[in-house]
T-cell receptor, first 111, second 116 residues
Framework: KNEVEQSPQNLTAQEGEFITINCSYS?????LHWLQQHPGGGIVSLFM???GKKKHGRLIATINIQEKHSSLHITASHPRDSAVYIC?????????????FGTGTSLTVIP | NAGVTQTPKFQVLKTGQSMTLQCAQD?????MYWYRQDPGMGLRLIYY???????DKGEVPNGYNVSRLNKREFSLRLESAAPSQTSVYFC???????????????FGAGTRLSVL
């Protein structure tokens, strides 16, 4: 049983397309994190959100707590957006510093 | 700022050899983590340290040991490497145990380990 499910697993888009990556989770959460893993392997935190929507440049993250669902949108996609995008939710209780991770969505943006 | 520094970046071992992966952070973070990443499985927690002097097992601790040497450093040791430990290993740190913003994790660049 996976507490965090992402879809799609792989995504190929043409440059300029609007992209949506989905994350569903089955546990109660305080916040949800979106991470980006570059082709070289480095992982960076993009967003942490507990409600509503956050925007950073061309990236928009939304969350619906009632539906236990989050989406990451990329507007006007560019080849440099090619990466693996990972959804993560903290565990609860004494293990709240630990995370459930999705398996990631591999995005390729073609020029 | 260096952030989280992991060494080495690449390593090839023979079955049965031992090695230590080093991790250091310069952000004065309390919590540190070791993960492994395998294709199709996402990040899995090996060990976790909430603060200097404390360590806890994660999902996949078998075959590994850790040391939280001080607040900055958290090392991962493979005493007798096995092919099943071929993976990419990431160290991460976060500021504190309370407060949402302090739960953001900062990752090292990763170590690609092959065990033959």
């Amino acid at each position: 049983k996976n507490e965090v499910e992402q879809s799609p697993q792989n995504l190929t888009a043409q440059e300029g397309e609007f992209i949506t990556i989905n994350c569903s989770y089955s546990v109660g959460i305080s916040a949800l994190h979106w991470l980006q893993q570059h082709p070289g392997g480095g992982i960076v935190s993009l967003f942490m959100l507990s409600s509503g929507k956050k925007k950073h440049g061309r990236l928009i993250a939304t969350i619906n707590i009632q539906e236990k669902h989050s989406s990451l949108h990329i507007t006007a996609s560019h080849p440099r957006d090619s990466a693996v995008y990972i959804c993560a939710v903290p565990r609860v209780g004494i293990k709240r510093n630990q995370f459930y991770f999705g398996t990631g969505t591999s995005l390729t943006v073609i020029p | 700022n260096a952030g989280v520094t992991q060494t080495p970046k690449f390593q090839v071992l023979k079955t049965g050899q031992s090695m230590t992966l080093q991790c250091a952070q310069d952000m004065n973070h309390n919590s540190m983590y070791w993960y492994r990443q395998d294709p199709g499985m996402g990040l899995r927690l090996i060990y976790y340290s909430a603060s200097e002097g404390t360590t806890d097992k994660g999902e996949v601790p078998n075959g590994y040991n850790v040391s939280r040497l001080n607040k900055r450093e958290f090392s991962l040791r493979l005493e007798s490497a096995a092919p099943s430990q071929t993976s990419v290993y990431f160290c991460a740190s976060s500021e504190a145990s309370t407060g949402l913003a302090k739960n953001i994790q900062y990752f090292g660049a990763g170590t690609r380990l092959s065990v033959l």
